[in-house]
Nanobody, 126 residues
Protein backbone atom coordinates (compact mmCIF):
# COMPACT_ATOMS: atom_id res chain seq x y z
CA UNK A 1 0.00 0.00 0.00
CA UNK A 2 1.24 3.45 -0.93
CA UNK A 3 -0.18 6.62 0.55
CA UNK A 4 0.38 9.83 -1.37
CA UNK A 5 -0.04 13.38 -0.13
CA UNK A 6 0.12 16.38 -2.44
CA UNK A 7 0.94 19.89 -1.30
CA UNK A 8 2.02 23.22 -2.72
CA UNK A 9 -1.08 24.34 -4.54
CA UNK A 10 -2.49 27.84 -4.29
CA UNK A 11 -3.43 31.00 -6.13
CA UNK A 12 -0.88 32.43 -8.54
CA UNK A 13 -0.95 35.14 -11.17
CA UNK A 14 -0.54 34.32 -14.86
CA UNK A 15 3.11 33.92 -15.69
CA UNK A 16 3.94 32.86 -12.15
CA UNK A 17 5.34 29.64 -10.76
CA UNK A 18 4.40 26.98 -8.24
CA UNK A 19 6.03 23.79 -7.08
CA UNK A 20 3.83 20.89 -6.10
CA UNK A 21 5.05 18.02 -3.96
CA UNK A 22 3.85 14.45 -3.81
CA UNK A 23 5.08 12.71 -0.66
CA UNK A 24 4.81 8.94 -0.39
CA UNK A 25 4.71 6.56 2.54
CA UNK A 26 6.19 3.48 0.91
CA UNK A 27 9.78 2.34 1.35
CA UNK A 28 9.58 0.85 -2.14
CA UNK A 29 8.65 4.24 -3.58
CA UNK A 30 11.63 4.29 -5.93
CA UNK A 31 10.18 1.33 -7.82
CA UNK A 32 7.01 3.18 -8.77
CA UNK A 33 6.18 5.37 -11.67
CA UNK A 34 4.70 8.59 -10.32
CA UNK A 35 2.39 10.53 -12.56
CA UNK A 36 0.69 13.87 -12.27
CA UNK A 37 -2.84 14.33 -13.52
CA UNK A 38 -5.12 17.34 -13.33
CA UNK A 39 -8.81 17.97 -13.53
CA UNK A 40 -10.41 21.30 -14.28
CA UNK A 41 -14.06 21.98 -13.42
CA UNK A 42 -16.34 20.37 -15.96
CA UNK A 43 -13.50 18.57 -17.69
CA UNK A 44 -12.09 15.08 -17.63
CA UNK A 45 -8.94 14.34 -15.72
CA UNK A 46 -5.90 14.62 -17.97
CA UNK A 47 -2.31 13.47 -17.94
CA UNK A 48 0.28 16.11 -17.09
CA UNK A 49 3.56 14.25 -16.76
CA UNK A 50 5.28 11.23 -15.29
CA UNK A 51 8.59 9.96 -14.03
CA UNK A 52 9.35 6.26 -14.31
CA UNK A 53 10.69 4.29 -11.37
CA UNK A 54 13.11 1.44 -10.76
CA UNK A 55 16.15 3.42 -11.77
CA UNK A 56 14.77 4.37 -15.15
CA UNK A 57 13.83 7.89 -14.13
CA UNK A 58 12.69 8.79 -17.62
CA UNK A 59 10.29 11.69 -17.93
CA UNK A 60 7.20 12.16 -20.03
CA UNK A 61 5.07 15.27 -20.45
CA UNK A 62 1.83 16.31 -22.04
CA UNK A 63 2.35 18.62 -25.00
CA UNK A 64 0.41 21.35 -23.23
CA UNK A 65 2.99 21.62 -20.44
CA UNK A 66 6.21 20.63 -22.18
CA UNK A 67 8.85 23.29 -21.68
CA UNK A 68 6.96 24.88 -18.79
CA UNK A 69 6.58 22.06 -16.26
CA UNK A 70 9.38 19.89 -14.88
CA UNK A 71 9.10 16.75 -12.81
CA UNK A 72 11.81 15.63 -10.46
CA UNK A 73 12.03 12.96 -7.81
CA UNK A 74 13.99 12.55 -4.62
CA UNK A 75 13.81 8.89 -3.64
CA UNK A 76 15.58 9.51 -0.34
CA UNK A 77 12.73 11.84 0.63
CA UNK A 78 10.15 9.65 -1.11
CA UNK A 79 8.88 12.74 -2.88
CA UNK A 80 8.16 13.75 -6.45
CA UNK A 81 7.94 17.39 -7.43
CA UNK A 82 6.13 19.21 -10.20
CA UNK A 83 7.71 22.56 -10.93
CA UNK A 84 5.27 24.69 -12.90
CA UNK A 85 6.51 27.84 -14.62
CA UNK A 86 4.81 30.36 -16.88
CA UNK A 87 1.46 29.37 -15.54
CA UNK A 88 -1.62 30.19 -17.58
CA UNK A 89 -5.28 30.37 -16.50
CA UNK A 90 -5.77 27.21 -18.57
CA UNK A 91 -3.60 25.42 -15.98
CA UNK A 92 -6.21 26.02 -13.31
CA UNK A 93 -7.21 22.59 -12.00
CA UNK A 94 -6.95 20.20 -9.14
CA UNK A 95 -3.66 18.36 -9.44
CA UNK A 96 -3.28 14.76 -8.39
CA UNK A 97 -0.30 12.47 -8.14
CA UNK A 98 -0.67 8.76 -8.71
CA UNK A 99 1.70 5.83 -8.34
CA UNK A 100 1.82 2.53 -10.12
CA UNK A 101 3.84 0.31 -12.39
CA UNK A 102 2.41 0.83 -15.85
CA UNK A 103 4.03 -0.29 -19.04
CA UNK A 104 5.14 2.60 -21.19
CA UNK A 105 2.18 2.45 -23.53
CA UNK A 106 -0.23 2.75 -20.58
CA UNK A 107 1.58 5.56 -18.81
CA UNK A 108 -1.14 8.13 -19.50
CA UNK A 109 -4.11 5.96 -18.49
CA UNK A 110 -5.44 6.96 -15.09
CA UNK A 111 -7.15 3.61 -14.62
CA UNK A 112 -3.76 1.91 -14.44
CA UNK A 113 -2.76 3.60 -11.21
CA UNK A 114 -3.84 1.99 -7.93
CA UNK A 115 -2.58 4.71 -5.61
CA UNK A 116 -3.75 8.32 -5.60
CA UNK A 117 -3.36 11.38 -3.47
CA UNK A 118 -6.21 13.65 -2.49
CA UNK A 119 -5.17 16.41 -4.85
CA UNK A 120 -4.13 20.02 -4.45
CA UNK A 121 -5.85 23.00 -6.06
CA UNK A 122 -3.98 25.30 -8.41
CA UNK A 123 -5.70 28.50 -9.47
CA UNK A 124 -4.10 30.83 -11.99
CA UNK A 125 -5.81 34.17 -12.02
CA UNK A 126 -5.09 37.86 -11.89
Amino acid sequence: QVQLVESGGGLVQPGGSLRLSCAASSNTFSQYTVTWFRQAPGKEREFVGAVRGSGGNTYHYADSVKGRFTISRDNAKKTVYLQMNRLDPEDTARYYCAAGRPILSALRLETIYPYWGQGTQVTVSS
